[in-house]
């Protein structure tokens, strides 16, 4: 199990940008995958960006183009810079750690995002 913490999330207006970030500490074994998911009342948890330590990315076709994931290696770190952010993004949003079998090693605790004029 690892320990990710969030931070980032609040309140801004649509058009608006928010950058989140996640660092992740305490693994046994190499972070693979980190991702973002995200989460709304009566929705399931859904996966809204990744990234592998060789830099390939993941978006979901609802952020391409506005969101950009990124990480840090060294220090098992990363980022979710959502721009153009629209009513719709608003939700929970849970950083994610996956080994390299694409097992969950960690959830962070969830950050509110909420895009409201």
């Known amino acids: 199990q690892v320990q990710l913490a969030e931070s980032g999330g609040g309140l801004v207006q649509p058009g608006g940008s928010l950058r989140l970030s996640c660092a992740g500490s305490?693994?046994?074994?190499?972070?693979?995958?980190m991702g973002w998911y995200r989460q709304v009342p009566g929705k399931e948890r859904e996966l809204v960006a990744s990234?592998?330590?060789?830099?390939?990315?993941y978006y979901a076709d609802s952020v391409k183009g506005r969101f950009t994931i990124s990480r840090v290696n060294a220090n098992n770190t990363v980022y979710l810079q959502m721009n153009s952010l629209k009513l719709e993004d608003t939700a929970v949003y849970y950083c994610?750690?996956?080994?390299?079998?694409?097992?969950?090693?960690?959830w962070g605790q969830g950050t509110q995002v909420t895009v409201s004029s």
């Open positions: 994610n750690a996956q080994s390299l079998d694409y097992s969950t090693l960690g």
């Open positions: 990234i592998r330590r060789d830099g390939y990315r």
């Open positions: 305490g693994s046994r074994f190499i972070i693979y995958v």
